[in-house]
């Protein structure tokens, strides 16, 4: 992962998703599942960088780690359970993953009905780390399909900076953090 960025945000109200936001999504097909996971799919076909928001009081130790898997287990958003193993590049925190970088997120870390708080990641991944993984776990995401070919790294502050407006705007959000970074932009 050369470059992974993130922002907290506090105070969002998870509800359903307001008509423009719904209709948006409907014409290209997506399911809307509430408001602030819609955001993400929208900024995501909106500006072709993929986003994730994780759960913030579901983040274990305050800690957020990029790194190659353990043998262990996880379950996908879609209940789908899946064994990690170290070739698969990971999202985790202090004891669990929370998500197969670039391909899907966890069930357990998730955006539920009682969020109020979230960290919003926007990540430059390698290419070929995503694509093992989605090989491998036969994963076929809107996510992967980006990352697999490449996005643009000079979307990855952009994309990040307007899902957080929209949360402002479309969650109620109240704060927000600045930026954590690590690593260079390509």
Request: with cysteine.
């Amino acid at each position: 992962c050369p470059y992974y960025s993130g922002v907290e945000v506090k105070g969002v109200k998870v509800k359903p998703s307001p008509d423009w936001l719904k209709n948006r999504l409907q014409s290209i097909g997506l399911k809307s599942i509430n408001n602030v996971v819609d955001i993400s799919n929208f900024v995501m076909h909106e500006l072709g960088q993929p986003l994730h928001i994780f759960d913030l009081h579901k983040i274990e130790g305050n800690t957020v780690v990029v790194g190659k898997g353990k043998n262990e287990k996880f379950v996908a958003l879609d209940d789908t359970e899946v064994n990690i193993n170290t070739n698969d590049l990971v999202i985790s925190n202090a004891n669990n993953v929370m998500c197969i970088a670039g391909v899907f997120g966890g069930k357990h870390s998730g955006v539920q009905e009682n969020t109020v708080d979230v960290f919003v990641e926007s990540a430059y991944f390698n290419p070929i780390d995503v694509r093992v993984s989605s090989k491998r776990h036969n994963f076929k995401t809107d996510s992967s399909y980006r990352f697999e070919r490449g996005v643009n790294p000079q979307m990855v502050q952009k994309a990040l900076l307007r899902c957080v407006e929209l949360l402002f705007l479309e969650a109620d959000a109240q704060a927000a953090s600045e930026i954590i970074k690590a690593g260079q932009l390509p």
